[in-house]
């Protein structure tokens, strides 16, 4: 079974953005469509979205990266000691930042925040964007998956 809406638990206030346990099972599924190797790492596991304040991420970014500024989004993939458990990881998401870079970018903001959610998913699988060979790995796999869905590449 892959994750399904059943495993897909999402809490806080998002602010007026839309956002439901099937959109993230949709959004795996994409990703999965996209690239069938992540298939086996969704399977039987479960991912919380939070959604939070500017305050909050800002406070988590601080003290999780050493970044004292808010940020969209964080994730926090289990720990490898831990790839046993049934949780894939954490995601905190800050609507009033999506909604502000939306505007900023000229983005709808649901198209915005669906890809804030993919490249989240992605970080909770492994990938990452810290050097140039690993930033495009990621991003093609956003922008394929983002394209099945009509939304443009967000790069």
């Known amino acids: 079974m892959i994750l399904s809406s059943s495993n897909i638990f999402i809490s806080g206030d998002l602010e007026g953005l839309s956002c439901t346990e099937e959109d993230i099972s949709s959004l795996i599924q994409l990703l999965i469509g996209t690239e069938p190797s992540l298939e086996s790492l969704f ?13 909050e991420i800002k406070e ?3 003290r999780f990266l050493n970044k004292d500024r808010p940020t969209n989004v964080l994730s926090f993939p289990t720990q490898e000691s831990n790839l046993d458990d049934e949780l894939l990881g954490d995601i905190a998401i800050c609507p009033e930042i999506i909604k ?8 709808e903001n649901q198209s915005h925040l669906f890809h804030i959610i993919l490249h989240s998913l992605l970080h909770l699988t492994g990938h990452d964007h810290s050097d ?3 930033a495009e790995i990621m991003e093609n796999i956003e922008v394929e998956a983002l394209k099945k869905i009509g939304i443009a590449n967000p790069y």
């Open 60 to 62: 988590l970014n601080f």
């Open 100 to 107: 502000s870079e939306a505007i900023d970018q000229n983005k």
């Open 43 to 55: 399977l039987k596991k479960s991912v919380n979205i939070r959604f939070i304040s500017k305050t």
């Open 132 to 134: 140039d060979s690993s």
